[in-house]
């Protein structure tokens, strides 16, 4: 059964300290993985798709690496509107979501 | 663009209710899918409709009946509403199935409360 874990399930941040978000996960044949950003109220929105160890992909602030059982999304600088909810999936699994605060 | 699109945003019902979810998706989109999200379990997949005509159960079914009416709507119905079914239901779409590798595209969300 594929099974996918995000850690840690919140995280505060100040404006401007550079953190990693984490995604393990235990699947069978990785076929890609998916980060999303979810805002309150909001549905999830796509950010990025890996399908192979060592594989990284940018967008602005944020930038999602692979490896063969875990999966990074790292913010450098971030500010306050980088505050969401971050998920993770694999096929049709998702994550719990980790939910970051970042303080101005 | 509208992408996809869920009515109601809001609804109330009283236990043992029943009530449709709509959704549409103006992409063009082969496969659309229900899940439901609670605080702590996270996003769970309820049914899903690969393309036009077919349908298969996700993690958590029971309770739920739904019908791809066309290759734009999908539909999810509440027979007889629990308050265990008090949650927010979001519909996506994706252009290949997502089990192969295809992104979701989200609505906003349903908020859902039986009483």
């Known amino acids: 059964e594929d099974q996918v874990t995000q850690s840690p399930e919140a995280l505060r941040l100040q404006e401007g300290e550079s953190s990693s978000l984490n995604c393990s996960y235990t699947?069978?044949?990785?076929?890609?993985l998916f980060w999303y950003r979810q805002d309150p109220g909001k549905g999830p929105e796509f950010l990025f798709t890996l399908y192979s160890a060592g594989e990284e992909k940018e967008k602005e602030r944020l930038k999602a690496t692979l490896t063969k059982k875990e999966s990074f999304l790292h913010i450098t600088a971030p500010k306050p509107e980088d505050s969401a909810t971050y998920l993770c999936a694999y096929k049709l699994t998702f994550g719990k979501g980790i939910t970051l605060s970042v303080r101005p | 663009n509208a992408g996809v699109t869920q009515t109601p945003k809001f609804q109330v019902l009283k236990t043992g209710q029943s009530m449709t979810l709509q959704c549409a998706q103006d992409m063009n989109h082969n496969s659309m899918y229900w899940y439901r999200q609670d605080p702590g379990m996270g996003l769970r997949l309820i049914y899903y409709?690969?393309?036009?005509?077919?349908?298969d159960k996700g993690e958590v079914p029971n309770g739920y009946n739904v019908s791809r009416l066309n290759k734009r709507e999908f539909s999810l119905r509440l027979e007889s509403a629990a308050p265990s079914q008090t949650s927010v239901y979001f519909c996506?779409?994706?252009?290949?199935?997502?089990?192969?590798?295809?992104?979701?595209?989200f609505g906003e969300g349903s908020r859902l409360t039986v009483l």
């Open positions: 409709s690969a393309s036009e005509g077919t349908t």
């Open positions: 699947v069978s044949g990785l076929r890609g």
């Open positions: 996506a779409s994706s252009e290949v199935l997502a089990r192969d590798t295809g992104e979701l595209f």
